[in-house]
């Protein structure tokens, strides 16, 4: 990364934790919510996400869900069970094997083929949402997000799935960003430093997925969402096209997973259009 | 000399969304709590009656002057002098984002927000229309001006006050603390800092920020109310991101040193100023008809 987009990357830890902290405490709390559940995968999202709401909230009102998959790497739970030790936080594990296998049974008979890997990837992140909210109501607690910027604008992530929440405090940082933050709060060395792996199978790292690692779209991204740089800009400043057309297009084809389901217009109030209002209305 | 000294009272709080009744409570509660504190004038962040990001809230929450909520405020002003602000509705429907000053009783004077953003976040222009004027009025300190948060973002909108010899200039302001990632950078908070730093310098005058606090839908008002001396320097500062009462005594002996050390409005040349805005209008009156 260039150091002057690093500069401008490189975060005040104790400020951007006042300001998300803050955060979960006010808009939990003021919609009559005392606790929080989120997922635990081992990486260092969702652990960023289990130190921010421990620090908001106290130790009481977090609730950590591990959902392993039986192919899940044995060195995921071992990260997660640390970030649960770290902060002493009370935590459930869910086996997510039995029901993704009993879909998957069905319904390859059913169509008589096999499900790619995505399929399944994406019915694993889906359970797990399932799973999330079935505890929000055993619980009474908000399911908290743990994506960050990167993944939400370059779509990687299951709609429904793993970018369903009620609140995500990480969601306007970049993974750059994440790493600092969770360095700054003491998230366990092992999470800090693995490569960052969606799990969905074996050796599955995102890095090698995307075809890009993550500090090229952090730069990438900088420069074009928050300093509103053109593409041709970019590449005129010595960025590799391909890479850079790349990752815009990417942006632009996921746009759908950013918003809520678009409605056919007929009134002359239509939700999302011309019926506005904060969802902390009246709070 | 117009004055001696007087205290302020900047009620720094989270106001509920579209929760009038409720806002009003908190409002009278620093009314009550700033007389105690022995204030002459009681100043509340922009929009405080009614949440900020009113959006389709703004036609039930919308209040003439002549409503009872409006005119319990203004009663309240009985014995401390109240600047609150609210989403008026005037008496041919439109809908000003208002801040009023009311005294003994009585409605002194109202502002209507000038500069409605639209950039960024921001999305006031479809809910409000500006206002027109920007005018000083007789109050606490002599001559007294508002300006509400976007408002004292033009250039223009201090010295018009200033001109008129405004003493103190007022800010309410819903804030939202953006672009504040980078460990050198403080966003909008920094810009403000220096805003109020240098508009008092060159007005030589008192400004009083009013900010509000809490979340809304995630974006983050952090509050930071304070008064800002003709010197440049902070009589008060509130603190970041907390409920707080900020209180502060503005000493007009600040201002007549600071306008006689660097007597900037004094040597002001409004007729020079308005011959030149006259001639820049007819410039670009050729290509636009801006206003």
Redesign the interface.
Known sequence: MRPEIE??????PS??T??LT??LR??VTKVGFQKVVFGLSGGIDSALTAFLATEALGRDRVHAVLMPYRTSSRSSVEDALKVVEALQIPHTVIDITAPVDAYFAQVDRILGYEASALRRGNRMARERMVTLYDLSAAMNALVLGTSNKTELLLGYGTQFGDMASA?NPIGD?YKC?VRQLAAHLGVPQSVLEKAPSADLWADQTDEKELGFTYDEADEILYQWVDLRMSPDEIVSRGYPERLVRGIVERVRRNQYKRRMPIIAKLSGRTIGLD????????? | MAWSAFRVAIAQFAPKLGDVSANLTRHLEYVNEAQRANAQVVVFPELALTGYQTQDLTLEVARHVSHPDIRRLIEASRHVDVLFSFVEETDDCRFFVTAAYASGGRLVHRHRKLYLPTYGMFDERRYFAPGDHVRTFFAQGGQAGVLICEDAWHLSSPYLLAVQGASVIYVPASSPWRNTMAASDFGSHAFWRQLLQVYAQLCGCFFVFANRVGYEDGVHFYGGSGVMGPDGEWVAEGPASEDAMVVADLDFRMVRRARYTTPLMRDERVRLVLAEMQEALRRRATDETGD
């Open positions: 500069a401008k990357l490189s975060l005040n400020l951007v006042s300001v803050g955060f006010d808009e609140l940082l960003q019926f506005r209002y904060l969802r902390d209305w009246g709070t």
